[in-house]
């Protein structure tokens, strides 16, 4: 009877541990199932998206982003919202579309008007990249004071900077938004928050920016009041955002003059061709002519340096 009641004892203990170890299994498959299914998510917030690039264009990528420029691009299209473009695609594009600014342009014009509208369609792509970033780097900055004081509340109430950053991200607006919660993805990833900051400064370059990130830097080394220093931060970038807006304001009309003066010159050469089909080809081939030409794209380019100069205020 003892005997029967002891295997019967033993019989249980055996199917109870047994539950419990495949309760915990379950559990710890569940868990890593979930850290997983975090990190795939983490990295597709970090990565900057080649879900619809072939493979040609996709180890083009990766080649240019080895090179400074490659990189300088790469971030030029993130500031600018584009994180999902490929940077050899935009390349390929911006070329086929010069190319075929200048075929349209070749027996209407000449060849040196061809070569010209090839050319106004590289400067233009660029020019609304750098547009676009700016106009974006603006809206960012104009929310740096919110950001600033939601990491002051985030310090004060003993959180960390990190889970600060996630809580920013979480409340504000974009591009704020994505921009921080990219900041965090990389955290996540192992990336050190200065090195994360850097690139945050790489793809959105600002004065305001580098003094916020500088000082999250300095102080996540050095340690120090942080909460003081991000409170003073938010109000001077108020009151830079003020300044900033007045000095737009007021410089509006000397920036419109700048473009104005480019926009002649191109336009002074367009109306040459149309009157005269091919007299700038033939300039181009004659001592008299070149020396015309450059010195008429000398005064219009001083003359657009010369406006730009003079309403660019720094702040």
């Known amino acids: 009877m003892t005997a029967t009641l002891d295997l019967s004892t033993l019989f249980l203990l055996i199917t109870g541990g047994l539950m419990v170890t495949l309760v915990l299994a379950a559990a710890t498959v569940a868990v890593w199932a979930g850290n997983a299914e975090t990190e795939r998510r983490m990295v597709e917030s970090a990565d900057l998206g080649d879900g619809g690039r ?29 994180t999902g473009w490929s940077p ?9 579309a010069a190319v ?42 104009a929310q740096l004071p919110e950001l600033a004081r939601l ?8 959180l960390a900077v990190r889970r600060s950053l996630e809580m920013a991200a979480d409340e504000m607006t974009e591009p704020a938004r994505s921009e921080v919660a990219q900041v965090c993805a990389e955290l996540a990833l192992g990336q050190t928050l200065e090195q994360s900051l850097a690139n945050l400064s790489a793809r959105l370059p600002s004065r305001e920016l580098t ?32 300044l900033r807006r007045e000095i737009v304001t007021s410089t509006l009309g000397a920036q419109f003059s700048g473009y104005t003066v480019i926009f002649l010159g191109f336009g002074a050469v367009a109306m040459m061709n149309a009157f ?3 007299v700038i080809d033939e300039m181009i081939t004659n001592l ?16 657009y340096l010369v406006v730009r100069r003079l309403s660019k205020v720094e702040v």
């Open 151 to 158: 990491l002051s509340n985030g310090t004060s109430a003993g």
């Open 276 to 278: 005269s089909p091919g």
């Open 100 to 141: 075929a600014a200048g075929l349209v342009t070749l027996p209407l014009l000449g060849q040196a008007t061809s070569l010209l509208a090839a050319l106004i369609v590289l400067v233009g792509v660029r020019a609304w990249l750098e547009r676009r970033r700016r106009q974006r780097v603006d809206r960012f900055v």
């Open 211 to 242: 003094v916020l990130t500088q000082t999250l830097t300095i102080q996540g080394r050095a340690g120090g009041a942080l909460i003081t220093a991000l409170t003073g931060i938010g109000e001077t970038l108020e009151e830079r955002r003020r």
């Open 54 to 82: 072939s493979w040609v264009f996709a180890r083009l990528d990766t080649r240019l982003q080895r090179t400074r420029w490659g990189r300088s691009l790469v971030a030029l299209l993130a500031g600018s919202g584009l």
């Open 288 to 303: 008299a002519g070149q020396a015309v030409l450059l010195v008429a794209t000398g005064l219009f380019v001083v003359g």
């Open 88 to 96: 050899s695609m935009f390349l390929a594009g911006s070329a086929a």
